[in-house]
């Protein structure tokens, strides 16, 4: 008998888990590592999102916020042969919503400018409203 109901417990938690995984608009994510991996994989689960029709909001700050930058290097990576660059590129033309922190500019002796297409800055009060949206998953990095 516990055994059964147990089991029916954890079919109706994995119910549940999907039905509100599914619910999701999609994703917030911060990304400040320098660290390349990390940073290849921010960008694949955002594509992964993107892909289930969900939304991406993504700012890059400190370090990471060199992959926005246009003649800045981006290390390709096994086994997808792809740079987090490559795929911020990629995500910005699937509909991505990609910005920089407001101090990352600045600070790093740069302007908008030097910005790829499809980046902009951050306002930080429209960051703070979509991180404080319970609609969106938040990923940081």
Known sequence: MKKKILTSLAVVSLLTGSVYADSSKGLNVILTSKDTQTQLMAMILSMK????????????CSDAGELAVKNAKSKVLKPINKSPKMLLKGIIKKGADVKVCPLYLPNANKDKSMLIQGVSVANPKEVATKLLDTDYKLLSY
Do not use: H
Request: proline letters at 0%; aromatic letters at 0%.
């Open 49 to 60: 999102s993107l892909e289930q029709s969900k939304k991406v909001n993504v700012v890059l």
